[in-house]
């Protein structure tokens, strides 16, 4: 694969698709839709062939599921388009106006932001649900699945392309790309490429960010505290630690560490018991640990750790202060949660801590796109620049600034010439 | 200087800096602009002693001029503050707030970014320009100015530094960075510095980016084209092209090449002449040449070149579209602009060119925050991720989503359980 030249007609294919009439885009994504359900069968057969290779290779049960495609996930696949449909289309809406000056309009507009390039793992249906968000924001997108799931990822990729090209636009606006080879090319090119996306485990975020100058968008690590405050009620503190922890512990939002205020720790036992009831090992700090039988004592490398399976760090704090230094300290601007009946207290928590998710009586668990009523999600960034927290079509959007003129100079401006009017103009 | 400890200490009193009331960070701008006229004596004193050296060093007379400050230019930086304060505090805006279900309410903020290192050169009126928008986002920041400057900029640094103190905040959240190898030092701590801005040559910003994982926000390179269509005014084309390239031609937002359809080259004459009497070397191509007395043939050189001085480039295309490709395929993505009577041309150009900012009939020199109407200015970005084109105060923020609850869970929404409401609140 010559991966300059893809990259090449890749982007020209995108500022095609991005600067195409929104109808266009809708057409696509309709076509999309309507080529899951044609070809079901032909993606299950794709598909099969996957899981029988990953059967003779004897691949993981739960890797195995996330490999498996089946008319009600190509069913969801297809909901989700309608809901992009829905959503509208996002490209040259204006979000500021300025009169210049008479005459002189300014207008930012959004638009899209070129080349995305997607790696992930695994599970084929990401190649629809990004590959629709990146047509519905007017972006080319690079698909490189895995290896295990390649047959799949080329049934699908292949609606794609056949759906743009169905509605006029350049198929090579999605592309399928196969081989380490390639992505270390893809990953190169950052004249071409605008903005990396991976999906899967923390090394394979954190080897793609330190091998590219392209910007990644992701996390490397989700380690979401859940802080006992002095006024925590117990019944939700625990409600609130279970789920945490324990609705799915694989998850980057997943409870990985209680802070307790040291005036909660007679509530402590309960709230272990109830994490032990669901099979959760415990690992706790000097004043937290004769409270929880059984559990083992934390050391330092527990401060700050994923452990993405059922186990949990306690630590015993001294104060709400104590609590959000300490989740500077070692959290990883994920997602952290406060339990408290202090409206003071939850409202200093909300204020002050640096963390893309910051909740008070809520679940970790609810730092997700599609809960938070984005729609579909192209993942989670603990990144400051650009989009932070759970990412749907927002965050593939960038902006133009578009001037229209009479042939205004800026030389008609300087000191005792014209001046600006800067009039702020309805949108 | 330690550089580790020192961004450590930056970054822990930008966290407080960031969560203060917005009445402190008002009173540290209020008292900044006051400090500015208290000590403007002290302040003129300094930048003498720097203005001293640069004359026995013989510093090149641009050069000196941008490092003089006067009580006008003084002046000038207060009314900048008082600017920022009339704005209002940026921080704690709801941008979008969501019913997820009875009692669950989740509202993205705007926040700081955090950490900011700022390196320019010669002009010491930027620290006070960056700093106190730095100040208005609520984000620290590190300033390494150019050596030339360094009385100037340590007095000016104090000013902001006892601006904080005297709001009751802690005044590292500014600091004063020397030597080279300081920035050496701080460019390799991704883990403290959130955003690098650059502000000097080409080079300097090349240097940087390639040097560092810190996202850096900025531009290498300013390669602006005016493209002067089949219907151009003549009288129109003439002043923007003489604008463009002659009002300020060492700045970024300067045209370095007029694209010429066919169609008007027999008008480009009267252009050029306008030109040559302003000073202006011509490199044409072939078929502009004849036109152009006096002018140099263009090389495969002169596409995509940034001059930075009175040479205009000047190229032929056969229509709207080569227009477009030769922008995509030379530019820079800084500015582009079109000059045409034609509404359908203009409509096209915009909607098409994927540059940060695209013009109709207007000089490209308005590429600018100030004209903007953007207030201050912290840098023009040509990148696509986070800001695009000028960048003002929204350049220096970034959001959280802060979740409201009663002690719900993830595992009460699981299928047929609780449903979402996703109801759209007031912000």
């Known amino acids: ?11 020209a294919a995108a500022r095609t698709l991005g600067s195409a009439p929104a109808v266009s885009r809708d057409a696509a994504l309709r076509h999309l839709s309507a080529l899951l359900a ?12 996957d899981l029988g290779r990953a059967d003779a290779e004897g691949l993981a049960a739960p890797l195995r599921a996330r490999l498996a495609l089946s008319p009600a996930k190509l069913a969801t696949l297809r909901e989700g388009i309608d809901a992009l449909l829905d959503g509208g289309d996002p490209l040259g809406r204006p979000l ?6 008479a005459g002189l309009i300014l207008t930012q507009v959004t638009s899209p932001l070129g080349l995305l390039l997607i790696i992930f793992e695994s599970r084929p249906d990401a190649v629809i649900q990004i590959g629709s968000l990146a047509l519905r924001s007017g972006n080319g997108v690079l698909l490189k699945g895995g290896s295990e799931a390649s047959a799949s990822n080329r049934a699908l990729v292949g609606c794609l392309r056949d759906a743009l090209s169905a509605a006029g636009l350049d198929p090579d606006a999605a592309v399928n790309v196969e081989g380490r080879e390639a992505v270390a090319g893809l990953l190169a090119l950052d004249d071409c490429v605008d903005l990396v996306i991976p999906r899967g485990s923390g090394e394979l975020v954190r080897r793609i960010q330190s091998s590219t100058r392209i910007p990644v968008l992701g996390h490397a690590e989700g380690v979401c505290h859940l802080y006992l405050d002095a006024a925590a009620d117990p019944a939700r503190a625990t409600r609130l630690a279970v789920d945490g922890k324990c609705d799915y512990p694989a998850a980057c939002n997943a409870t990985e560490a209680l802070l307790v205020h040291r005036d909660f720790l007679p509530e402590l036992a309960g709230v272990g018991s109830a994490l032990r009831s669901r099979g959760v090992t415990l690992r706790a700090d000097a004043r937290a640990l004769p409270l929880l039988p059984g559990a083992q004592p934390a050391t330092e490398a527990d401060r700050g750790h994923e452990y993405g399976d059922l186990t949990l760090a306690v630590f015993t704090v001294d104060s709400l202060d104590e609590a959000i230094d300490f989740i500077h300290a070692h959290g990883s601007g994920h997602t952290d949660a406060i339990c408290t009946r202090d409206a003071d207290a939850a409202a200093a928590f909300l204020a002050r801590v640096d963390s893309a998710s910051v909740f008070h009586d809520a679940s970790t668990r609810f730092a997700d796109g599609y809960r938070y009523g984005l729609g579909a999600e192209v993942g989670i960034s603990t990144g400051r620049i650009h989009a932070r927290g759970p990412v749907g079509v927002d ?9 229209s003129g009479q042939g205004q100079c800026a030389g008609d401006y300087k000191a005792g010439g014209r001046r600006f009017t800067h009039r702020k103009l309805p949108v």
């Open 1 to 11: 694969m010559d991966t300059r030249a893809v990259a090449t007609r890749a982007r």
């Open 96 to 101: 500021r106006r300025t009169e210049l000056d």
């Open 38 to 49: 044609e070809r079901e069968e032909a993606l299950l057969a794709a598909n099969r062939a």
């Open 395 to 403: 965050g593939l959007l960038t902006t133009r600034w578009l001037l």
